[in-house]
């Protein structure tokens, strides 16, 4: 049975545990207690993991920028991937105003929270995370102060030796395979989760899990069938929608599949070659932006910490909110590639709004929960995005 399971997609795991925490709180309420350990110890997993995935994955994918890139369409088409998150962002922050969503959190009335009170202060708190000491920015979790420090170091690493470059390269593929092992278990956790909520809240739960799917697959489809468009209209000055179409079709199926904009580069690169795009300007713009273009990390980032932050009444006015658009674009640059990476950055953005670690890697859990469409959907926002911006820019050059 085991050895049939392991054969099982990770989507598909986390299906049957679902399925299965459902009945089993359903059937067997009093077993919760019993049951949360397993969802207990995989929050406390991610909670480890994730300071050091933020600074190494960041870091490595700055040191390895090439310097003096060339390439005199990379800039139009970085822009375009700059200009397509923050929009993607935006459109998180009106879907959430619009259709607020509130979480199902376990031990959150056991903390006390203190929001900040204004603008000012939120700024001000930003500061002091940025320049806060590496050590005590990893040890606390200060994941703004983590950023903060992986950009430094990558930009001063980008003109060391090769060497170097592959050490830290080695480093953050390590990290990589940890995170592969942890989130390998996430069905075991999702299951502790699912038994130890539902007990809990029952149906409410599952109304509340539906609502906020929904927000996150609508406003990045919203993304991916308005705002690309325009985008790449205003880029091509012609109807986009013939481009938009093919892109989503053999680019964005493949990604939601996979559920990896690193595995979906070969079909990128191929679909680029075929549309006529320059071998050159595809072979360095497609991998880059399977590393930083991550509007669908940007919407989910956004939708999920302000979803967080409506549950635990935290007033947050329309600057703030502005603020957390550019922290949530920021941070899906350094999403991992792998499945659920964006997840574990939400907790920069929560520190935004001074919820503390524990609160953040509760949302990180129900996110877990709901990737089976969330990260899915994010994916092939994100990837097929990589190729469209891409072929947008060459084309219209030509």
């Not at 060339?70 to 922050?93: D, E, T, W």
């Not at 985008?231 to 989503?248: D, G, I, S, T």
């Not at 957390?324 to 950055?345: M, R």
């Amino acid at each position: 049975m085991f050895a049939a399971l392991a054969r099982l997609s990770l989507v598909t795991r986390i299906l049957i545990a679902i399925i299965l925490g459902f009945i089993v709180a359903y059937l067997f309420p009093n077993t919760a207690a019993y049951v949360s350990i397993f969802g207990d110890v995989f929050i406390k997993a991610l909670k480890s993991v994730a300071p050091i995935l933020v600074f190494v994955l960041v870091m490595a994918s700055i040191a390895n920028f090439k310097v003096g890139q060339s390439n005199h369409q990379l800039r139009p088409i970085l822009m375009m991937y700059v200009v397509g998150m923050v929009f993607a962002a935006l459109s998180a922050i009106f879907a959430s105003l619009a259709f607020p969503s509130t979480l199902m959190f376990t031990s959150a009335t056991d903390i006390a929270l203190q929001p900040p009170g204004s603008v000012t202060e939120v700024l001000k708190n930003l500061l002091l995370s940025f320049i806060s000491n590496p050590v005590t920015a990893l040890h606390e979790a200060n994941f703004i102060g983590i950023l903060a420090w992986a950009v430094g170091l990558g930009t001063a690493l980008r003109h060391s030796s090769e060497t170097t470059k592959r050490v830290i390269t080695d480093v953050a593929d390590a990290i990589n395979a940890i995170i592969r092992i942890v989130i390998s278990f996430a069905p075991v956790g999702i299951f502790g989760l699912v038994v130890a909520t539902f007990a809990q809240a029952g149906l409410e739960t599952l109304e509340n899990y539906a609502h906020l799917i929904i927000v996150l697959v609508a406003t990045m489809a919203f993304v991916a069938l308005v705002i690309n468009p325009i985008l790449v209209a205003l880029v091509m000055r012609r109807n986009p929608y013939p481009l938009v179409f093919k892109c989503l079709k053999e680019s964005g199926i493949t990604a939601f599949f996979t559920r990896s904009s690193a595995a979906n580069i070969p079909v990128n690169l191929d679909l680029a070659k075929r549309l006529g795009v320059d071998e050159a300007t595809a072979g360095v713009a497609i991998p880059l932006g399977a590393t930083i273009n991550m509007a669908g990390a940007a919407v989910t980032i956004t939708v999920l910490t302000l979803a967080a932050v409506n549950t635990l009444n935290i007033h947050v006015d329309m600057t703030t909110m502005i603020i957390l658009s550019v922290v949530s674009v920021v941070t899906a640059c350094g999403a991992s590639g792998v499945a659920g990476g964006s997840l574990l950055l939400i907790p920069v953005a929560c520190g935004l709004f001074g919820i503390p670690s524990e609160v953040a890697m509760q949302v990180v859990a129900i996110g877990m929960v709901i990737s089976v469409l969330q990260d899915s959907t994010e994916t092939a926002l994100n990837s097929s995005t990589d190729v469209l911006f891409t072929a947008a820019v060459d084309l219209a050059k030509k």
